[in-house]
């Protein structure tokens, strides 16, 4: 009976760790223990080789670990304000604008960095415009 107990204990450990709407912990950690892990064996593999090496190390080991932070977090982030995003456009009750937006969201993925910022942006204030409009076009079409 312990042993069921102690893999019910650990199986909610890792669900509870890989949920999107907080993070994904278990993925973060996993992102920063590779750049940690690269952050200490670079320069010691470089090292080993000599000074030249070494310091190329360090500077390769110091660029993925910061790589894999602001990955890590970036990551985390997106992931939380995509499940908030999730959450907020089903309480809207507006199952015409959900359906537009996923399909939207399914067609439309960002290539990189910068243009998941820019359709991030540009999603926000399609949004925001549809809120607004929303206000002054509903109670009108339900007269």
Do not use: C
């Given at each position: 009976m312990?042993?069921?107990?102690?893999?019910i204990k650990?199986?909610?450990?890792k669900?509870?760790?890989s949920?999107d709407?907080?993070g994904?912990?278990?993925?973060f950690?996993?992102?920063l223990g590779?750049?940690a892990?690269?952050?200490?064996?670079?320069?010691k593999?470089?090292?080993?080789?000599?000074?030249l090496?070494?310091?190329?190390?360090?500077?390769?080991?110091t660029g993925?670990?910061?790589?894999?932070?602001?990955?890590?977090?970036s990551?985390?982030?997106?992931?939380i304000?995509?499940?908030l995003?999730?959450?907020?456009?089903?309480?809207?009750?507006?199952?015409?604008y959900?359906?537009?937006?996923?399909?939207?969201?399914i067609?439309d993925?960002p290539?990189?960095?910068?243009?998941?910022v820019?359709?991030?942006?540009k999603?926000?204030?399609?949004?925001?415009?549809s809120g607004?409009?929303?206000i002054?076009?509903?109670p009108?079409?339900g007269?």
């Open positions: 312990e042993h069921y107990t102690s893999n650990s199986n909610v450990l669900f509870i760790g949920t709407l907080l994904n912990p278990t993925d950690v996993n992102t590779s750049g892990r690269q952050f200490y064996y670079a320069p593999e470089g090292f080993m080789e000599g000074p090496q070494g310091g190329l190390g360090l500077l390769k080991g993925s670990l910061v790589s894999h932070t602001l990955g890590g977090v990551g985390s982030v997106s992931k304000t995509n499940t995003n999730r959450g907020v456009l089903y309480l809207s009750a507006d199952t015409e959900r359906q537009k937006k996923e399909i939207t969201d067609k993925k290539a990189g960095v910068m243009d998941g820019g359709k991030g942006v999603g926000f204030g399609k949004s925001l415009w607004i409009s929303g002054v076009t509903q009108v079409r007269a």
